[in-house]
């Protein structure tokens, strides 16, 4: 089946690649490396630089300086269509004249492949997308998650070394959404190829990549696996951008961590093993989920602290709080359903706990 | 609200065509066949006078090339226009649409001095040393031409441009990443996507074509006179039949050329979507 068999995926590499519109940096300075086969998301608000990148990459765009690789091939200005690059859009970009099957077909017509072989291929990338008998369908026929499949199938029909998707599933409602991610996760695998994925969704980020890109600014802010992401951000930036966190002000003296804002006092050796124990002040992270309240008795086995619920939002399986402390600062708190006992009500004071292994340090920006 | 009140808003639209419209064209109908009773001379007249089916032919044959010859050159200016900055396109509109605000008549003497004895064009190709004596181009069938296109011009440039701009430039650029060149971009895409907006333009311009008067009776000679202008002569003549009877026979030309116009394009396209499969 020439459609399904694996097509090696090549690296992409942005080296120091800027790009200014007049006195705009939109990208500056970015580096980057994808390794072959990969599937990175590039995960930035909008005006971080990540569309821009993916357009420089893709040639929409021409980077002002540095250089862009695909595999061991400089790209840098070569036009789109030089670059051997597929590509999904936000808005799907059928060709709205051409059906289900010319739509499918147009880049391997482009590349001069013969009727026959262009017949097999296209009814093979129907069939992977489970549209086998749609191919006579005008895109105007078609609901938002069939002509996202049919752009998918456009895109890799050519069997390119890298696939480029510029927030392909933003316009596609919650459900349908989370499905087609697992769609995307599986064709991955199944295609093999170098996967760039755009999105301002952190959730859509973390479900589907093998490593995150956070941008901001037009920098790459941080690269990293998902879950090292969300469990050590790198930067406050990160830390605020990926899930909702608390972040608290510390200092360091000798061997002893102050927490002023719990008014809490512990051993720096608690900390996780690979983070810096110089003196001074130290910003911590300490994500919401991973606070519980704690009843009297154990009042010993956890550092703890009191603090007055402002708000509880019901969030189906979860509850989030919000609490103010004793020195005024809001403290954010989710909580599974199932916890035992009453929910606290508003005004309410509670008994919080952590665990110190949970308190992550963002390094301060050097 | 029951039933027939739904479309009240369709209402003074549809109370002006049929007075204005359809009464009058019943009664050019009533007219052709009823004059003095029924008789259908009147389109015997027409159909056995050689010189009548010369100058139908003549009025069919002035419309298509007015038509094929705007939409040649509003073609590639829409795009033009289209592809300029926002603030540039405005600017562009603007003097596409200032000879609009004239009337046909003054575009028409207007051409009658560019083109005369001694006219612009006259003037400077003899004052250059050019010709000794001056070049006859008023009544003749060129003039006509000219002085067609000029004046239907803007309307096919206006027309393409707005089919063009309802074109997402993303699909051009889709098709870029896909491998297109840009020549392969604009055939596969963006020709066939803006041949609509073209089609609708050129039968406009055919069928205001298919009605003038004024310019072939100022610019062209004796040869050069359109059916509209039979119908002018036979009306002060009185003979309202027979009139009536030629004009609606240049409704049916005009409805035979739509068609044919139509085909052509379904064709056009079919070819291009053909030259896409190899």
Known sequence: ?366 | MPRIFRHWMLWPALAMLLVFFLMPSVDILRASVMDPELTFRHFERFLERAVYMRVLWHTVEVSFVVAIVCAVIAYPVAYFIVQSPRRVQFLLLLLIFIPLWMSILIRSYAWMVVLGREGVINSLLMGAGLIETPVRMLFTTPAVYVAMIQILLPIQIVTCYSAMSDIDLGLVRAARVLGASPWEATRRVFIPLSLDGTITGMIIVFMLSMGFFITPALLGGRRDLLLANLIEFNVTQLNWGFAAAIALMLLLAAIVGIVVIRLAARLLLRALNGALAR
């Open chain 1, 1 to 366: 089946m020439p459609f399904t068999d694996a097509s090696s995926g090549e690296s992409v590499r942005f080296e120091g690649v800027g790009k200014s519109y007049g006195d705009v940096d939109a990208l500056v300075d970015f580096d980057l490396a994808v390794n072959p086969g990969e599937l990175v998301t590039l995960l930035g608000p909008s005006g971080s630089g990540k569309t821009t990148a993916l357009n420089v990459l893709a040639g929409f765009t021409q980077a002002t300086r540095g250089r862009v690789l695909i595999g061991d091939r400089e790209v840098q200005g070569l036009p789109p269509e030089k670059r051997d690059v597929g590509m999904v859009f936000q808005s799907y970009s059928l060709f709205p004249h051409l059906n289900v099957f010319d739509n499918i077909a147009f880049p391997l017509k482009l590349r001069g492949v013969s009727r026959k072989e262009i017949a097999e291929r296209v009814e093979d990338g129907l069939d992977m997308i489970q549209m086998g008998d749609l191919g006579q369908r005008m895109p105007a026929e078609l609901s938002g998650g069939q002509k996202q499949r049919v752009a998918f199938a456009r895109a890799v029909i050519f069997r390119p070394p890298v696939l480029l998707m510029d927030e392909p599933l933003a316009a596609l409602d919650l459900k349908l959404r989370e499905s087609m991610q697992a769609e995307i996760r599986a064709y991955h695998q199944r295609l093999g190829c170098t996967i760039v994925f755009v999105t301002h969704d952190q959730n859509e980020a973390l479900a589907l990549s093998d490593r995150i890109a956070v941008m901001g600014d037009g920098k790459l802010a941080q690269i990293d696996t998902p879950q090292a992401i969300y469990d050590a951000p790198q930067s406050r930036y990160v830390a605020e951008f990926i899930g909702k966190t608390n972040l608290l002000e510390a200092t360091v003296a000798g061997s002893d961590l102050a927490i002023p804002a719990l008014e809490l006092t512990l051993p720096v050796a608690d900390l996780p093993a690979h983070s810096a124990k110089r003196d001074g002040p130290i910003t911590l992270s300490l994500r919401p989920e991973r606070i519980f309240r704690v009843c009297q008795g154990d009042a010993e086995a956890y550092p703890n602290f009191e603090a007055r619920v402002e708000d509880a939002l019901f969030m189906g399986d979860m509850v989030q709080y919000r609490l103010r402390l004793p020195d005024a600062q809001t403290l954010i708190v989710t909580e599974r359903r199932d916890t035992g006992g009453a929910r606290p009500t508003r005004g309410a004071t509670v008994q919080l706990g952590f665990l110190p292994r949970d308190l992550t340090p963002i390094p301060e920006p050097s």
